[in-house]
């Protein structure tokens, strides 16, 4: 396993002849999982400042979080396959299946677990000592608020240095499921990942 994080070519070019989904998809489980847990305190220091009536909706609010949680993974997961797969077909003559390609990117968000275990953590420290205005009509101003804290920018950042930790195993996930150059690779991944980084970093440092 810890191949994968720092040995990726050599990982890459022994999973490429079978590329299983199973692994992945648990990978995916778990970043929702740690996803979900981190959006219980926001969620319960939200509904703790609405009216009775409001709280009411508490539940349908944990619901929404968590099946959001479960399935951001899957759909980020999907759609830097998809680029890297139309990225490659449109620059070079690549080779291999998109299933191959999915399969293997899949691996290279394990540092994105990373990534979700410290946002969970800082939701745990920032919204554990606060206190939400009663005004419905604050709490969104409030909570811009509190995005511009430290404890938010540091996550924001260190969330940037876990994708291009990504971006690494994917050069070589591209590579071996594509039939690339490193170069090649390199290329058909950066510009996804620097569109990410830029959608990260908005309103947070730029």
């Known amino acids: ?86 990225i490659s077909a449109v620059l070079y003559d690549p080779e291999g299946s998109f299933r191959d390609l999915f399969a293997l990117v899949g691996w290279g968000f394990i540092p994105a677990i990373f990534g979700a275990v410290v946002s969970a953590v800082v939701a745990f420290v920032v919204f554990s000592g606060v206190t939400f205005p009663s005004d419905p009509q604050q709490i969104q101003a409030f909570v811009r608020e509190l995005q511009n804290r430290p404890e938010f920018l540091v996550a924001a950042l260190l969330g940037v240095v876990f994708l291009l930790w990504s971006a690494l195993l994917w050069t070589f996930a591209v590579r071996h499921a594509r039939g690339l150059e490193v170069r090649e690779a390199a290329i058909t991944v950066a510009v996804p990942v620097v569109v990410a980084a830029l959608w990260r970093l908005n309103g947070v440092v730029l």
């Open 1 to 86: 396993m810890l191949d994968v994080l720092f040995n990726p070519d050599e990982f890459f070019e022994r999973r490429s002849s079978e590329p299983g989904l199973v692994p992945p998809v648990g990978i995916m489980l778990v970043i929702g999982l740690v996803g979900a847990v981190g959006a219980v305190p926001s969620i319960q220091a939200t509904f703790a400042a609405l009216p009775e009536e409001a709280q009411a909706f508490s539940v349908v609010g944990y619901v929404a979080a968590a099946v959001g949680a479960f399935v951001g993974p899957f759909v980020r997961w999907l759609l830097f396959a998809g680029a890297f797969y139309v």
